[in-house]
């Protein structure tokens, strides 16, 4: 469903400061691959570039067969992306937002924005601007919108963040449902309990380059951690050793 | 305790000078510069040339009278005078007492009136016998209603939050009606019939709206006083009227801070959602609104049509901020009209100066297209349409409104007295055209020459700074050259009336076309920040 070929990215004048350096990992209809780095690793250009967002500076990304780069239009009828920090269209209602999207993919069908609203916890504030939301709130209308028209690639940038015990639950149980549903998910998340919670693949990047991908048993075995140790040791083990980059992991080239 | 002030001021004014010397240092800044100074060394020679005079007693008392109701209503909407969020961060804590913050506001706040009177004598320059004595007079004034307006704000501490509440609904009314009746005034002035200061002269000079109005009527006295004696005696009163309201403002030391606290957050809020969104709504402090004010009509709105309905629903909510600036825009922009039609200028020469400041207002109070979008980039890029789509959608509205305002200007023009009917409908049916590649020039130059936030994003400003302003102005006219230089050339060849007007839009078509373009292309590539 998500296919990334020798993606690679570089920002500045001169294309110096590279991003993103040959990347390469596929992600099949219901998985959900945890994407986890340090700050700077490249999680979210990777997130955009498939997004359509950003162009890739090599490299091929599919999205269902299309390419991204060359059918943005059907590609992007097909994905949504969650960002970090949304940022909503401040003078428009959360019902109006939920609107604004509809007639920007020009559904006819697609999810029930009240049932969406209800569901999030944003039915009392549906006639509440954007604008005054908090950050939790804004957070759960972009999943909202993000579900409107049943994406069959769903990515998101750091869900959690913001949102209350209650809605990190919710958030969680709707990642689980889309995938459940058959979409492939990408969650890129500091938060490495919910990676480890919800994602059956991980792919763990530092400086812009894939250092393991695999199953959590895969890369523990990578990491030489017993099979107990949590995602969080074993983040700390494959971030922190000097492991060459691109050390093509137990699940390199395996999709 | 005023020395450690005036050290403190003396820091700020000197690390704001270096910044400004800093900023002078990019080729583009500096050009942005030039051209301001450009354009008003031009305008000060202009007003230099010819006679003087002509300029009666009466425009320049409404004038007074409305700075004075204007910043006595500004009195009203603040519950505690208004600080700068770093004044209340580091200052309110610090051990000064509320008068020497007082002090301190006025410090910054003087200042500030000279630019407005300096402004309104470029633009009435030739028509004033006595311009120093206008500018010291409006100065003097400037500072009476000043004092008043920061006495007000913190009397009103003293009374109860709903009171306050009320006082500040009444304020916004009374500055509302004031600009309404200040441009009914304008356009009975630039009328055929001669005007209303056949109204205003007497009730200028009745004691009561001397009174009520004092400051204004000690300037026009100061300005247009008779003799030596009588100057001196309005100047006498000036500046008696402003060293008054400064005791009347320091005397009480009444302890403001707490309620200036909350006033300063709350304007800081406004001012920061008014330059993401052009909004005048308390977003943070719980806003809502009825949903689909603007109905999502799927015939109409579907598409990059969603984006139109986008920016509707922003308009429709922005009203309160866009009103006034429209109608500042409007009192500004008449008077030129009255100026140039008893010049040797055609109707048509004499409407494009007027056409272009409008313009230019109406541009910065509707500018709902890509320009508020920087931040939102991402979003917009992930939606499934085409760029060129994307951006058209943009640009719909405020090219619509934009041309709306023209034509209402133009329409008055006409019914003022322009002989030039067909004149003036030419220009009506070109402005569509150029008013598209002006707003096409409008994002491109914020896209191109804003300064840039902190983290790398241009700023949310739809306007951008004063020399991107300046540079857009320059854009519009270069812009326009090509069109009517054809258009022009072979009239003067031809003495036809159609295809040359044909052939300048043909040449504006193309411009269009090539800039449009060249937007399309900046949206596509703008790189969104880095993330991780």
Not at chain 1, 55 to 64: C, E, K, Y
């Amino acid at each position: 469903m998500i296919e990334v070929e020798h993606f690679s990215k570089s920002y500045g004048s001169a294309g110096k400061e590279k991003a993103v350096d040959d990347l390469s990992f596929a992600v099949a209809p219901g998985d959900i691959l945890g994407l986890v780095g340090p700050n700077g690793a490249g999680k979210t250009t990777t997130l955009r570039a498939i997004a359509g967002i950003l162009r890739p500076g090599a490299g091929t990304l599919r999205v269902a067969g299309l390419d991204v780069v060359k059918q943005p239009i059907e590609a992007k009828r097909l994905l949504a992306l969650v960002p970090d920090t949304p940022n909503p269209y401040e003078l428009l209602t959360v019902r109006e937002h939920l609107e604004f999207v509809r007639l920007a993919y020009d559904l006819r069908d697609g999810e029930d924005p009240d049932a969406l609203l209800r569901r999030f916890e944003l039915a009392g504030k549906s006639d509440e601007l954007c604008g005054a939301l908090s950050r939790g709130m804004r957070q759960k209308l972009a999943i909202c919108c993000a579900l409107l028209h049943r994406p069959r690639v769903l990515l998101l940038d750091e869900p959690l963040s913001g949102l209350d015990p209650h809605g990190t639950r919710v958030m969680r149980d709707a990642i689980l449902q889309v995938a459940a549903a058959g979409a492939a998910v990408i969650v890129s998340s500091h938060q490495l309990e919910l990676v480890e919670r919800v994602c059956n693949r991980v792919l763990v990047m530092k400086r812009g380059r894939k250092v393991v991908e695999g199953t959590l048993e895969q890369i523990r075995a990578f990491a030489a951690l017993s099979a107990d140790a949590s995602l969080e040791e074993v983040f700390f083990r494959v971030v922190d050793a000097d492991v060459p980059p691109a050390a093509a992991g137990p699940g390199d080239g395996a999709a | 305790m005023i020395a450690r002030l005036l050290r403190l001021l003396l820091l700020k004014q000197r690390a704001w000078l270096r910044h400004f010397v800093r900023t002078l240092r990019s080729p583009r800044r500096a050009l942005g510069v030039l051209a301001i100074l450009a354009l008003v060394g031009f305008g000060a020679w202009q007003s230099s040339r010819g006679a003087r005079g002509g300029l009666s007693r009466e425009p320049v008392a409404a004038l007074g009278a409305m700075i004075f109701v204007m910043s006595i209503a500004g009195g009203f909407v603040q519950q505690g005078p208004r600080f700068t969020p770093a004044d209340v961060d580091f200052l309110f804590p610090a051990p000064f007492s509320p008068r020497h913050l007082l002090v301190w506001r006025l410090f910054q706040l003087w200042p500030l009136t000279l630019p407005f009177s300096l402004f309104m004598l470029l633009m009435l320059g030739a028509r004033l016998e006595r311009p120093l004595r206008f500018v010291v007079g409006m100065f003097l004034l400037q500072v009476t209603a000043l004092h008043l307006q920061l006495l007000i704000s913190v009397l009103l501490t003293r009374i109860g939050e709903a009171m306050a509440r009320q006082l500040r609904g009444a304020g916004r009314t009374v500055a509302t009606m004031t600009l309404l009746g200040a441009l009914l005034y304008v356009v009975f002035a630039i009328s055929e019939r001669g005007g209303i200061g056949q109204i205003v002269a007497p009730l200028a000079q009745a004691p009561f709206t001397r009174l009520l109005f004092f400051p204004a009527s000690a300037c026009v006295d100061f300005v247009f006083g008779e003799t030596p004696a009588a100057s001196a005696f309005a100047l006498l009163r000036l500046m008696l009227g402003a060293a008054g309201t400064l005791g009347l403002l320091l005397l009480p030391d009444i302890d403001f801070r707490e309620e200036s606290v909350a006033t300063t957050a709350r304007v800081a809020r406004l001012l920061a959602t008014r330059r993401r969104t052009g909004a005048t709504v308390d977003l943070e402090s719980g806003g809502r609104a009825r949903s689909g004010a603007v109905p999502a009509a799927p015939i109409l709105f579907r598409a990059s049509g969603a984006i139109v309905w986008k920016n509707l629903l922003m308009l429709v909510r922005s009203w309160k901020a866009v009103v006034p600036s429209l109608l500042i825009g409007l009192l500004l922009v008449l008077p030129i009209v009255l100026a140039t039609r008893n010049t040797s200028l055609t109707p048509v020469a004499g409407a494009v100066a007027p056409i272009m400041m409008i313009t230019m207002f109406g541009s910065n109070a509707l500018g709902f297209d890509l320009r508020r979008e920087t931040d939102r980039l991402d979003q917009l890029r992930s939606l499934p349409l085409a760029p060129r789509s994307i951006v058209l959608a943009e640009l719909l509205l405020p090219w619509a409104l934009a041309v709306t305002l023209q034509e209402g200007l133009i329409a008055i023009i006409a019914l003022a007295g322009g002989s030039d009917r067909s004149g003036l409908g030419g220009l009506a049916l070109a402005m569509p055209l150029l008013t598209f590649v002006w707003v096409v020039i409008d994002n491109l130059a914020v896209f191109l020459f804003a300064a840039k936030s902190p983290a790398g994003a241009a700023r949310g400003s739809i306007s951008g700074s004063s020399p991107v302003q300046m540079l857009r102005a320059v854009g519009w006219f270069v812009a326009a050259i090509p069109g009517v230089a054809v258009w022009r050339w072979l009239t003067l060849r031809s003495g036809s009336v159609v295809w040359p007007a044909a052939a300048g839009a043909a040449v504006e078509i193309a411009l269009a076309l090539a800039l449009f373009a060249l937007l399309v292309r900046w949206y596509e590539t703008k790189e969104v920040e880095a993330g991780e």
